[in-house]
């Protein structure tokens, strides 16, 4: 069987989870998607970039959670009344991202979706892979490998850094060196 | 289809064992050669590498055994005394063993024409007997005559190619495979398929298949053509006597013979040449005999270095334990339908009484099944508990499993260093967290190689101080309360205060000739586990390059585990490991700071109080000094540390946790104390930063996650600040 590149219905695309930041609809990788949860007591831990969250108890096992609207410095961050957590898993390593309403799991086919156009400098779009059009509406399509692998780079960070300078004594230093991280 | 994979896997778990086995046993006659037992446990541990290698088709570390095997064979029988060189050219043999069996584990290709040279040296030590020249490397043995022994063994090939009418003359040529080893050992045997039609012309009661069998035998080869005395008619049978050196090599050499491309004689003669690559370099003047000597050591460090992944990721269990086990679970199931009997009770307690709704003595009948569920709880719960403390329990493994890994490397880098040392264990049984003995092996590793460089002298400098010329180093175990002991200690020469103190003022630690000298020994010692500190006068190979006492320190204390040092000055160093029974439970103290519980392990903390207001000192406006009992204790403000907002300002209304580390105290200020439980200590997640100040976190019983304070990564913290600051 030798098929035509392109015209194949299902083949040329994937299944996303998309929901909603403020009133932008995103969607990452379904497969990625472990569970949904609802958005419990977060246990904050020390020295870590504001949009980190902290940590919660998913089943007896302690993952981060992250609220992507403020990684994204989006300007209005407080939770709503469907503010959930998405669960994802990439490569064993498991993560919730805060995300308010989680909307629908979409096909989206490859063609529709088409590259970050360039913002400038003002947007970042380091963490998108793409945009995509489904019906109407604009969905941001998120690297969910890219937020992951960022967290590592802080990591990094924090072990070569960790306890310097900036932690002498007024305690407001913490904030500061937190968001320098 | 085999799960080959899952066979391999369970191959290596097995071979691993049995090389350790072979390794401990080997350095342990070299002590007593004479020692028929131990030579017993060590062929049997060949042996059985032998059979479990050639099960799964692992034929070349079958053949490799086998000639060991043989060499031990000889050994028993009196025919070879196991002298320094034999055992050192088995403990080369196990080496190589066990880099097959890793090649085996990790899936990768073994290059075979490694083990010819040793096996040759291994057949010219069988033949050649003891103390014969022939024992000299690399000179092949001879290969023809099996001369000394009459009864000696014999190999044979038997080529047995069966008529296609075998099966329908009622014989199965396996029973006849069978009926050879009644006469002696079956060494290998292979099938031709080649000659096997395909199906759609092939005669499910024809015989297709041909084999060749490797076959060693003492019995004379008129008894062996015996067993195949029914099939003779039809089949070709034939029987080649071997020379030792073609019955051990079906190597590439011998296969080509076989092919017909290469002539014995010239694989003979390619061997002869066949040098290390080492001599050759040498020969070449490509590098010193003294580089290659010095190369040729670092690999052996390599090879120990290894030792830590020698443990393997699942775990032999005590059959007795999980004896205990499964009958508490026995238990736990009789108490779960006595419950359920007891529910179904209640119901009939409360109705069974005559007279129905409203019956005064219902409320009363109650009472008795109640009671008896609170019996039935409280034994729920003991049974609970005993299947926690039962289920830990089999993570313990003893630490003579690690220890007696150590001989081997004491050995040889006693050798490399020229210096004579004696290795004594004792307390191997002590058992110990799988987790912890694990990562434990390597800083062990470290701590006997500082003693067996730095620590023991020379047997020049020993008699010269009056000491017997051999140096011995104590590896011992034991346990107390909560906590197990590891002490490595060598009678040799102890640390200097005075090196130590030089270097430390080379460093910059030390600046003041004054504060040095008030310091304590314990403080000075503890100055070698900072990186990049090392007293060795020059740099050497094994150690002192300066990393390995940091490395250990913080390997330790990853497992909530201490280093402690003492040393007397020409008598000798004693380190020891104070480590946690299990990694797993730990017991914690709950502490509040800005209304955020924090756990810290209770094994660090040496109390805790409410300072008085006059108690609090700050210096220079900076650091603040909690006086306890007339000692002035550093103060370290966790909320300020962890970027917490306090609720307790003031350091007279909230807590003091009093926390000693590296022989000196530090008082820890938390708002208030909350508990105290055991808790079960879990990571932050494979995706959360690891941040020096948190060991990990702990789930507490309304669900919420609690952080694990790490107490010497907030010491060392709170260390630098203070440095940082008196910089400025």
């Not at chain 1, 992507?68 to 410095?73: I, S, T």
Request: proline content about 4%; charged content about 25%; glycine content about 8%.
């Amino acid at each position: 069987m030798t098929a035509p590149a392109t015209g194949s219905q299902t083949e040329g695309g994937r299944q996303y989870v998309t929901f909603f930041l403020n009133d932008e609809a995103y969607a990452i990788d379904a497969l990625a998607v472990q569970e949904i949860i609802e958005l419990g007591a977060i246990t904050k831990v020390p020295h870590l970039p504001d949009f980190f969250k902290g940590v919660i108890n998913l089943r007896g096992t302690i993952i981060p959670v992250i609220d992507l609207k403020r990684k994204f410095a989006m300007s209005s961050d407080e939770y709503k009344r469907h503010t959930c957590v998405v669960v994802t898993e990439v490569e064993t390593r498991i993560m919730g991202l805060i995300v308010d309403a989680v909307s629908d799991v979409l096909h989206i086919a490859e063609e529709s979706v088409s590259d970050t156009p360039s913002f400038g400098a003002r947007v970042d779009t380091a963490f998108m892979k793409g945009m995509a059009k489904v019906d109407t509406a604009l969905v941001i399509i998120l690297d969910i490998n890219k937020i992951l692998s960022e967290t590592d780079t802080m990591a990094l960070a924090e072990l070569q850094g960790g306890g310097g300078v900036e932690h002498c004594s007024p305690g407001a230093d913490e904030e500061r060196r937190a968001l320098q991280a | 289809m085999v799960d080959f994979k899952k066979l391999y896997t369970i191959f290596v778990e097995e071979a691993m064992e049995r090389i350790a086995d072979l390794e401990n046993g080997l350095l342990e006659l070299e002590q007593s050669p004479q020692d028929k037992e131990l030579l017993n446990t060590i062929f049997r541990a060949a042996h059985t590498i032998k059979g479990s290698s050639g099960t799964i088709g692992l034929t070349d570390i079958a053949r490799f055994t086998h000639t060991m095997e043989e060499v031990l064979d000889a050994m028993r029988h009196d025919t070879l005394v196991a002298d320094k060189e034999v055992i050192s050219l088995f403990l080369e043999a196990t080496d190589l063993i066990k880099e097959m069996v890793e090649c085996v584990a990790s899936e990768s290709v073994f290059d075979i024409s490694r083990c010819s040279a040793l096996m040759t040296r291994m057949e010219a030590l069988r033949e050649g007997g003891a103390g014969s020249s022939a024992i000299l490397p690399d000179v092949p043995g001879d290969a023809a005559a099996p001369a000394g022994c009459p009864a000696q063994e014999r190999s044979y090939l038997i080529k047995f190619i069966p008529g296609p009418d075998l099966f329908r003359r009622g014989i199965d040529p396996s029973i006849l495979i069978d009926e050879l080893r009644g006469l002696g050992i079956v060494a290998h045997i292979k099938a031709y398929t080649d000659a096997v039609p395909p199906l759609s012309e092939l005669d499910p009661e024809d015989l297709y298949v041909r084999w060749d069998i490797h076959f060693k035998s003492s019995a004379a080869e008129a008894d062996i053509r015996k067993v195949f005395e029914f099939v003779e008619e039809g089949s070709d049978i034939r029987i080649t006597p071997l020379t030792a050196r073609e019955a051990e090599f079906p190597f590439l050499g011998q296969m080509l013979v076989r092919e017909g491309a290469v002539k014995p004689e010239d694989v003979e003669n390619a061997l002869k040449s066949q040098k290390k690559l080492g001599e050759i370099l040498v020969e070449k003047g490509k590098i010193t005999p003294t580089d290659l000597e010095r190369v040729v050591e670092q690999q052996n460090h390599k090879k120990t270095e290894s030792l830590k992944s020698s443990i393997s990721s699942t775990i032999r269990v005590d059959l007795r334990k999980l004896d205990h086990l499964i009958n508490i679970v026995g238990e736990m199931v009789i108490i779960h339908s006595m419950f359920q009997q007891a529910l179904q009770d209640i119901p009939a307690a409360g109705n069974g009484a005559p007279g129905g709704n409203g019956d005064p003595g219902q409320a009363g009948s109650l009472v008795p099944a109640l009671q008896e569920l609170e019996v039935l709880f409280s034994q729920l719960h003991r049974v609970g508990r005993e299947i926690q403390e039962s289920t830990m329990s089999l993570r313990m493994l003893p630490v003579g499993e690690v220890f007696h890994r150590f001989t081997r490397l004491v050995r040889e880098l006693s050798v490399s260093k020229n210096k004579q040392i004696e290795l004594a264990i004792s307390g191997e049984e002590t058992e110990l967290d799988k987790g912890v003995l694990e990562k434990i092996t390597d800083p062990l590793v470290h701590l006997i190689r500082n003693a067996i460089d730095h620590g023991i002298e020379t047997p020049e400098e020993r008699a010269a101080a009056g000491k017997t010329p051999k140096g011995s180093i104590h590896l011992s175990a034991f346990q107390m309360g909560d906590a197990v002991f590891i002490e490595v200690a060598d009678d040799g020469k102890g640390l200097s205060r005075e090196k130590i103190l030089k270097k430390a003022h080379a460093m910059g630690l030390v600046t003041d000739p004054a504060a040095a000298r008030e310091m304590t020994d314990e403080q000075i010692c503890s100055m070698i586990f900072l990186p990049g500190f090392s007293t060795a006068d020059k740099v050497s190979d094994v150690s002192g390059r300066g990393v390995g006492m940091d490395v250990v320190k913080r390997n330790i204390e990853e497992l909530n585990g201490r280093v402690l040092i003492h040393t007397k000055p020409g008598e000798g160093t004693t380190i020891s490991v104070k480590l946690p029974l299990t990694l797993a439970i730990i017991d914690g103290l709950i502490v509040q700071i800005g209304g955020e519980p924090f756990v810290i392990p209770i094994s660090l903390v040496v109390e805790s109080l409410r300072p008085g207001r006059d108690d609090v000192k700050t210096l220079t406006e900076r650091g603040e000094v909690v006086a306890v009992r007339g000692d002035y204790l550093p103060l370290i403000r966790l909320d300020r540390l962890l970027g917490i907002t306090s609720r307790q300002e003031r350091p007279w209304e909230a807590i003091v946790i009093i926390t000693a580390y590296e022989g000196k105290r530090y008082g820890l200020l938390v708002d208030e104390l909350a508990g105290q439980q055991q808790i079960v200590l879990k990571n932050l997640g494979t995706a959360t930063p690891r941040i020096k100040d948190i060991a990990g976190g702990t789930i507490l019983g309304n669900g919420r996650v609690a952080l694990v304070l790490d107490v010497p990564g907030i010491i060392e913290i709170s260390r630098e600040i203070s440095r940082e600051l008196s910089r400025r």
